[in-house]
């Protein structure tokens, strides 16, 4: 099976970088995504990474290390509207879990003004 | 793309009865997934239809629990005998299986369910 650790609240005032983690632990996965969530909304699609490296889109960018079990979302000149939970996200290889997206607990990011 | 839209938006039931929830995907999306979503947590795989075909179901489902997909269309979910531990928001999500949108999961805005 999958199983995926975010910190689960994290805190930065507006304009400023924040990282959000997440390490796991899979037999096999096609790639790692990322998902906003506002409270009372549904989650949205913000990124994806197949391979290693580094995705920028706009202000967001993801990066994953299949070697470290890692990857991580990157926000710059945060805006009050991203405060919001995200959630990383892993599809594995495996029969039985090539089908399901399995998502991790969440962070929650709080933008102070 | 209009979106998934998922109906009832909120469904406020008593122990013991049966509730029924629908989701109509985005159209051209052939597969389908349920996910359970409590506070605080991430979303939770429930199954997976892949056009009419329920191919994947979660062991932590319950035989309570049963959903359909005829004509690989829209799908329903239906909880017997609700219980007060299944009070949480019911997503559905679909997605496309051509890249390189075949990882994208659009999600609908999910049934809140409360059990009294």
């Keep these: 099976g999958q199983s995926l650790e975010q910190p689960s609240e994290v805190t930065a005032v507006e304009g400023a970088i924040v990282q959000i983690n997440c390490t796991y632990q899979t037999s096999g996965f096609y790639g790692l995504s990322w998902y906003q969530q506002h409270d009372g909304g549904a989650p949205t699609f913000l990124s994806y990474n197949a ?16 070697s470290d079990s890692y990857g991580y979302l990157l ?19 495996s029969s039985g879990s090539a089908r399901q997206l399995t998502f991790g607990s969440g962070t929650q990011l709080t933008v102070l003004p | 793309d209009t979106g998934v839209s998922q109906n009832p938006r909120h469904k406020i039931t008593k122990r013991g009865q049966n509730v029924t929830f629908r989701c109509d995907p985005i159209s051209e999306h052939n597969r389908l997934y349920w996910y359970r979503q ?20 979660s062991r932590l489902l319950s035989d309570r629990f049963s959903a359909e997909r005829p004509k690989g269309s829209f799908s329903t979910l239906e909880i017997q005998r609700t219980e007060q ?32």
């Excluded at chain 1, 391979?51 to 299949?66: K, M, N, V």
């Excluded at chain 2, 506070?39 to 997976?48: K, R, V």
């Design chain 1, 51 to 66: 391979l290693d490296g580094l995705e920028e889109t706009g202000r967001f960018s993801s990066f994953l290390s299949r």
């Design chain 2, 38 to 57: 409590t506070l605080g947590q991430g979303p939770e795989f429930l199954t997976y239809f892949q056009n009419e075909a329920q191919l994947e179901k």
């Design chain 2, 85 to 116: 531990g299944d009070s949480a928001m019911y997503l559905c999500a679909s997605r496309s299986a051509r890249p390189p949108t075949n990882e994208k999961l659009f999600f609908g805005s999910g049934t809140q369910l409360s059990v009294l």
């Design chain 1, 75 to 93: 926000l710059q000149e945060l805006q009050m509207k991203d405060s919001a939970s995200y959630f990383c996200a892993v599809r594995g290889i």
